[in-house]
């Protein structure tokens, strides 16, 4: 009876392996494009980014699993963009076996465009190139919009009407804005902050064919706020920042990055990971429809 029993226990060990494999095998002949985003850093006092570096070491271990295909930053690398930081951060992005496609926050613009440009290359180290603090990713099933702000967190005309016109030249095809912060008003938990021009929400994101935007800035704690969210057809994802947390308060801070699948027939997941965990956190995952 106990042998019996063991031999039951082993056929359904099998067959329950059997079928996250089929599973898995399925999800990634579905997807059609994954890659992950990595937050604000820019520490202080001190310019170490012992998060950031944790989160690189876990990224590379995903990429063979996960067909990695790129990471993306959202800006405030290095805090009031003082080269000590640009220095200290860049042998630690020189480690991310992915090309690597950053834009300028607000801290960058304690220096120069310039500045960020050097080291947003330095970091790749020939894997890509980064000409310019605005760019588009396009690909088959979707189209990333990577946009710097002109000045602080915000953008002018003449940002708006890149933007404008870029969005326009993709359509119909669908578009994910990565921005350092998104328009005042999306995340309540501090609604004064973010993008002011009026043209981005009448000129940019008003137009059908933008279906998410990314954004940092905030530096929130992913358990405590409203990290993604919906508002008039377009996606909100916030992505943590990696040294340090800021909203509701600093008394809790979890080094985090996202990943982005997005599926054939159109359906985007958005995975959350805390360093030193190559598992997704379940409760964190969000989902939306290109």
């Keep these: 009876m106990k042998l019996l029993s063991k031999l039951l226990l082993s056929i359904v060990l099998l067959m329950s392996l059997a079928l996250n494999m089929a599973y898995s095998s399925e999800s990634d002949n579905n997807t ?36 990695l295909e790129l990471a993306i930053g959202v800006g405030d690398i290095a805090h009031k963009g003082t080269m000590l930081q640009y220095e200290q951060a860049t042998p630690i992005l020189q480690a991310l076996n992915l090309p690597f496609y950053p834009i300028m926050g607000n801290e960058e613009h304690g220096s120069s465009t310039e500045r960020f440009l050097s080291f947003a290359n330095m970091w790749n180290q020939g894997k890509t190139t980064i000409d310019n603090t605005r760019y588009t990713l396009e690909f088959d099933s979707v189209a990333l919009v990577l946009a710097s702000p002109d000045f602080g967190r915000d953008f002018n005309d003449d940002g708006i009407a890149w933007l404008k016109n870029e969005v326009a030249r993709l359509a119909p095809k669908p578009v994910m804005l ?60 916030h992505i943590p920042a990696l040294e340090r947390t800021k909203i509701p308060d600093e008394s809790h801070h979890q080094a985090m990055y996202r990943v982005f699948s997005v599926m054939q027939e159109g359906t985007v997941v958005v995975d959350t990971y805390q360093t030193g965990n190559l598992e997704p956190l379940a409760d964190y995952q969000y989902r939306f429809t290109l």
Excluded: C
Aim: hydrophobic share 40%; net charge negative.
């Design 32 to 67: 059609a494009l994954r890659f992950v985003v990595l937050g604000d850093a820019e520490p202080k006092p001190e310019a170490k980014f012992p998060n950031m570096a944790d989160a690189i070491a876990d990224i590379n271990q995903l990429i063979p699993s996960l067909e």
């Design 178 to 237: 990565v921005v350092h912060g998104a328009q005042q008003g999306v995340f309540k938990e501090n609604p004064d902050k973010g993008i002011s021009h009026p043209g981005f929400v009448t000129e940019v994101i008003s137009q059908p064919n933008v279906r998410a935007v990314i954004s940092g800035d905030l530096h929130m704690d992913m358990p405590r706020v409203n990290h993604s969210l919906e508002l008039n057809g377009v996606h909100y994802i």
